[in-house]
C-alpha cells in the first residue's frame, strides 16, 4: 500500500481544481507536461515581485540572482545524483540542449563514423543526431523495439557496435507507449566497446530515480516541466566532456562548464521553480539529505503509480474493442511507466481525444513527437494512437471514470 498522501498532494496543485460542464477535469496528459504546485509558483513569482536582475556581483538583486542559477544546479546535481552542480546546464528546452550538444559531438566525427539511435525515442534524440550525421557523413545505426510489447531490442546493441561507433542516444522510456530502457546496462555494453552515451530521460524523470553516477552515463536531458516545474530544459554532462568540447557560443561567455553551454540569458524566475520543483518532490520523502530524500520519494511515487496501471490495465479488459499498446502483464510494471497508448476499434485517435476532452479527461492523440514508434508500429499515416498518461497526484477515482467513459464512447 501506498505511504503518500495523495489527498493532501492534490490541494498543492490548484489546477487540479478545474472543472469542465461541472465535472472535475481530470489530467492524464502529464507525459505531455505536469501541473505545477503553490510552491513552484510561490517561488517564480517571489523571483520576479522581489526584483530580478541579470547575473551581477556588483549589487543585491544581481546577487540574488547568481544565488538563485546556483540553487537550481545544486538541486538538479541532487536530483540526478551528479557528481558536482557544475555538471549541469540550463537552457530554453530539452530539444535546445540536445541540438547545440549534437552539433558540438558531430565537430569531433569523421567520415565513415557511425551513431546508434533507437526506433523507441522521442524526436528530440532522433533528429538532432540525424541531422549532425548527415552534415558529417556519418552513418545512423537504429536500435529497433519488439511490436508486441514495445521493449527495446537491448540484446541487438552489441552487434550495431564497432570500431567506428560514436554515440548511442537512448531514452530512458518512452514517452509513446511508458517501457522502461535498461539504460544501466546499454551504458555498459556501448563503454566496452569505447562509445558515448546520450540518454534522454525527459520521459523517466519524474516516474522514478536518476542516478547519473550508477549508470555513467556521459551525457542526459530532461526537462523540468515534465516533473511538476517550469518549462526549463536540463543538461547533464561530464565534467571533462562538457570541459573539452567546443560549445557553440557567443564569445564573451564563460569558456567553462556549465557557463560556456548556456546561450543568451537564462529565465531566472524558471530557475527560482527548478529548484521549487525539487524540493516538492523531496518534501514526499524522508531522509537526512536532499538525495536521501528524492530517493525516498521516488520510491513511493513509483510504488504507487504501479497501482494506478494495474488498476488501469486490469479494468481496461472490460471495454470492447480496446487495445493497449506496450507492456499490459501486471507482473511487469517494474518494466513501464504509468502511459498507456491506447486505440478503440471505429473511432480515431483524434476524434477518441477530443471525445474525452469534452468530457474532462484531457489526453493526447497522434505521434506525441514519438515519429519512429509510429512508424515502426504501422500507425503514423493513420494518426496515431491516444495517450494517456498518470502522475502521482491522479487518483484511483480517476481511473475509473476514464474505464466509464471509455465504455460509453464505445456504447455510442
Known amino acids: 500500500m501506498t505511504t503518500l498522501n495523495i489527498s493532501n498532494i492534490r490541494t498543492q496543485f490548484p489546477a487540479l481544481t478545474r472543472t469542465v460542464n461541472g465535472q472535475p477535469a481530470i489530467y492524464f496528459d502529464g507525459p505531455g507536461g505536469t501541473q505545477v504546485s503553490n510552491s513552484v509558483i510561490d517561488a517564480m513569482t517571489e523571483f520576479m515581485r522581489r526584483g530580478g536582475a541579470n547575473l551581477a ?28 552542480a557544475d555538471e549541469i546546464a540550463f537552457g ?15 565537430k569531433t566525427w569523421q567520415a565513415g563514423d557511425e551513431i546508434i539511435l533507437t526506433r523507441i525515442d522521442h524526436d528530440a534524440n532522433v533528429s538532432p543526431w540525424l541531422l549532425a550525421a548527415e552534415e558529417r557523413g556519418v552513418t545512423v545505426r537504429w536500435l529497433d ?29 518512452s514517452n509513446a507507449v511508458g517501457s522502461i530502457s535498461d539504460v544501466n546496462q546499454a551504458v555498459r ?79 531566472f524566475e524558471s530557475l527560482a521553480g527548478v529548484t521549487a520543483a525539487v524540493n516538492y518532490l523531496a518534501s ?39 487495445k493497449v499498446y506496450g507492456i499490459t502483464d501486471v507482473e511487469r510494471l517494474d518494466e513501464r511507466t504509468p502511459t498507456f497508448a491506447i486505440s478503440l476499434e471505429g473511432i480515431s485517435p483524434s476524434e ?13 492523440a497522434g505521434h506525441y513527437y514519438a ?37 460509453n464512447i464505445r456504447e455510442e
Open 189 to 267: 555494453i556501448a563503454h566496452a566497446a569505447g562509445v558515448k552515451v546520450f540518454i534522454d530521460a525527459v520521459h523517466y524523470a519524474p516516474h522514478g530515480q536518476i542516478d547519473v553516477q550508477e549508470s555513467d552515463c556521459d551525457f542526459l536531458a530532461c526537462s523540468v516541466y515534465k516533473f511538476f516545474g517550469p518549462h526549463t530544459g536540463v543538461l547533464y554532462g561530464k565534467y571533462e566532456l562538457l570541459d573539452e568540447l567546443d560549445a557553440f557560443k557567443v564569445r564573451p561567455a564563460p569558456a567553462l562548464p556549465p557557463g560556456k553551454w548556456e546561450t543568451g540569458t537564462q529565465s
Open 57 to 84: 556581483p556588483f549589487f543585491a538583486a544581481g546577487a540574488e540572482t547568481i544565488a538563485t542559477a546556483q540553487a537550481a544546479r545544486e538541486a538538479m546535481r541532487d536530483l540526478l545524483n551528479a557528481k558536482r
Open 145 to 173: 523495439f519488439h511490436p508486441h510489447d514495445c521493449t527495446l531490442k537491448l540484446e541487438s546493441l552489441a552487434e550495431l557496435l564497432n570500431e567506428r561507433t560514436r554515440l548511442l542516444a537512448i531514452t530512458y522510456a
Open 92 to 106: 530554453q528546452n530539452m530539444t535546445s540542449l540536445t541540438f547545440s550538444l549534437s552539433r558540438a559531438l558531430s
Open 371 to 407: 515519429v519512429e514508434v509510429m512508424r515502426r508500429l504501422d500507425l503514423l499515416e493513420s494518426g496515431g494512437l491516444v495517450r494517456i498518461g498518470f502522475v502521482h497526484y491522479n487518483t484511483s477515482a480517476e481511473i475509473t471514470r476514464l474505464i466509464q467513459t471509455l465504455e
Open 284 to 322: 514526499l520523502g524522508e531522509g537526512e539529505t536532499r538525495r536521501a530524500q528524492l530517493v525516498a520519494a521516488m520510491d513511493k511515487i513509483k510504488r504507487y503509480e504501479m497501482e494506478l496501471s494495474e488498476q488501469f490495465l486490469r479494468e481496461s479488459t472490460t471495454v470492447v474493442g480496446l
Open 352 to 364: 477518441l481525444a477530443a471525445r474525452l476532452g469534452a468530457e474532462g479527461i484531457f489526453v493526447y
